[in-house]
């Protein structure tokens, strides 16, 4: 349990340096971006690949990852169903496809990527364990959602859209680029050069500082959370922070998976909702305040709900 809270604190001390150098004006919303890009773009990737080059394949392709699956569609289910009966009883016209696609994101699509990474290295000491998580979204989710809000968009102004531009969505993802080319080493059992996994290495270990940071820069320049939207927004929140990570508990005790996979599981599952989700919902001009809302306030909650978790799960085991 120390080196849970260990980890946490060195994750916030991290993003405790961002919040104070936006303080002091020496990084403003320029660098915060240019550091996130530099993340994505150089970082993530071949922290991805010398990750699953890494990773046991066994852990990968396991039953963790149906655990993952079905608290991800257990979330979603609930908030589908929850706004198209609310709309029902309040005799209102169903929401949009756009708007549900968003809402379905906000409740299960977790940031892998700028939290999931950092915390699965400092609390569980191996990020491998974003990688099931992270096939999962870029693979399937991510291009299915915006499959789904390209073909509403043509729909509502007239415009065609490429399925095969939609279905290249993830190959044409650095992150997805990255997890491809190292679960394709493991899998082929052939060892780089020591020169390329050293250039690896070295490019990898600036991800992690380089998130946090950037991210502790958006905490202090980015504006609070609205007033609209409260009740789809608080019902998402529970969702999001409550429900995913629960029922991802639940399922791997079901499933009998070890205190260690238990706890990766459900971790993963509690992180916040991803700040993708505000791309997509700013691309597609749809729920932008609603994204913007959950994705502060669950990454706001995150940290003591993920350290509450990790802390029943070792209390229960």
Known sequence: MLDVL?????????????????????????AQRMLSRFAFFIGLPPLMAVTMYRADLERIFSVNVL????????????YLGSCLLR???????????????????????????????????????????VAPVLMI??????????????????RRTGARTSVLRNLSIPFRNPMTIGVLTGLALNLLDWTPPALVVGTLDLLAGTAVPSMLIAFGIS?????????????????????KLVVQPVTAWVLALLAGLDLTTTLAVVVMAGLPTAQNVFVFSSR?????????????????????TITGYAALVHALA
């Open 284 to 304: 597609y001009d749809t729920n932008v305040s609603l994204a913007r809302d959950v994705i502060f306030i669950t990454t706001v909650c995150s940290i003591p």
């Open 87 to 129: 709309a029902r009883l309040a005799g209102r016209a169903r929401p949009g496809p756009s708007h549900l696609i968003i809402g379905t994101f906000c409740s299960a699509y977790v940031n892998a990527n700028n939290m999931g990474a950092p915390i699965a290295a400092y609390v569980m000491k191996d990020t491998s364990w």
């Open 137 to 154: 979204q870029v693979i399937v989710l991510q291009p299915l959602g915006l499959s789904l809000l390209d073909a509403d968009n043509a």
């Open 219 to 239: 905490l202090r320049l980015g504006s609070p959370p609205g007033r609209e939207n409260r009740g789809e927004t608080a019902l998402i929140c529970v969702l």
């Open 67 to 78: 655990v993952s699956i079905g608290a991800i569609l257990v979330s979603s289910g609930l």
């Open 6 to 30: 260990r980890g946490f604190t060195t994750i916030w001390v991290v993003i405790g340096v961002g919040v104070l150098v936006a303080h002091l004006g020496l990084f403003g919303g320029d």
